[in-house]
């Protein structure tokens, strides 16, 4: 059976027709539901695919399917019935062997098999960064065995920090400063990751005064970077982010090399989230380190729902459809902040959007879960600002009133 073809001259039928450009969405979090809805905005029929019932993006879709996306012969099933004309993985749990088979058959994996394959397992994206293409990193070793682990720690000294390969929003992860420590970082990488791997990166610590993401967009006019997001994580968390994080032209155009580097390399259309480390003084001279991508919308990007013409999941949904960009502009300095729970829970409610929504150029995203557990990001706050101090102050007040009811 021939996989379908996405039609690049937007002659599309109706969603729920013969005719429809099919979007499956594997991964229906609170990311998925803003690609759901682009789509949605642009004619796409969406699919929305995850693990449980109910997911933030299943909630807006025209069908969802629960299945365990790391089942290849699930997944295969559901391609099959499904016979999308974009297949956009949104989460990195997935048999991407099986997207590079169908991939291989036809079908179209955004940005690309490969993209999703490498980026999933820490291992392959910081080989291609480092040893193929050259970017500055931190050290690091990799370990499959506690003796390789402690071998690994050796080597690279302390502080370091110890990830799983395949894990997603800080899961896993440990900073690791003294001797104590080693052997509890190696027991929740294992506890934290997302796939049945029991390797881990064990980093050398990069003393960095700032850290971005660079939302990078490739399309069918090429190459386009959005403002740099500044953020601030908790054990590899996101808790914040602004936009634009002001850097001097020479530090951005280290930025842009790197980001336009390691997308060349991983191809396609979409948007890429590329996490870089700033190390040097802010007047100074300053050192650009790759530290991840993702071949997706990132979280620290949520702030581009109120400080740009197009959010990053409208940029997504362009860029893979085929359709331009145009110019990328910020509207005013903005800021996220989370909503966590405080504990875990079923059927949580939420109290405190009318006094959140007192504080000046503020908005709530809800994402709607139906479960939490403790610090699970159930909604963000989004705010501008004259400055980006303002917009900070006003996003983390108003994410502050807003409480999760266990």
Known sequence: MNAPAFSTHQVWGAPLTTNAQRLLLLGSGELGKEVAIEAMRLGLEVIAVDSYANAPAMQVAHHAHIVDMLDGAKLRWLVTKERPSLIVPEVEAIATETLIELE????????????????????????????????????????????????????????????????????????VRTEAQILPAWNYAHTGGRAKNARVIVEGFVDFHTEITLLTVRSIEGTAFCPPIGHVQVSGDYRESWQPCPLPEATLAQCHDIGRKITDALGGWGIFGVELFIQGEPDGE???????????????????????????????????????????????????????????????????????????????????????????????ALATGETIEQARERATACAAEVKILV
């Open 104 to 175: 291989q058959e036809g079908w179209r994996v955004v940005p690309t098999a490969k993209a999703t394959n490498l980026t999933m397992n820490r291992e392959g994206i910081r080989r291609l960064a480092a040893e193929e293409l050259g970017l500055k990193t931190s050290p690091y070793r990799f370990a499959e065995t506690e003796a390789e682990y402690r071998e690994a720690i050796a080597a690279i000294g302390l502080p370091c920090i110890v990830k799983p390969v395949m894990s997603s929003s800080g899961k896993g992860q440990s900073t």
């Open 286 to 380: 300053q050192t650009v380190y790759f530290s991840e991508v993702s071949p997706r919308p990132h979280d620290t990007g949520m702030v581009t729902m109120i400080s740009q013409n197009m959010s990053e999941f409208e940029l997504h949904v362009r860029a893979i459809a085929g359709l331009p960009i145009g110019s990328i502009d910020l509207i005013k300095p903005s800021a996220s902040a989370v909503i966590l729970a405080p504990e875990a829970g079923e059927s949580p409610q939420t109290t405190g959007a009318d006094r959140a929504l007192q504080i000046p150029e503020t908005k709530l995203r809800l994402f709607g879960k139906l479960t939490c557990y403790k610090n699970r990001r159930m909604g963000v």
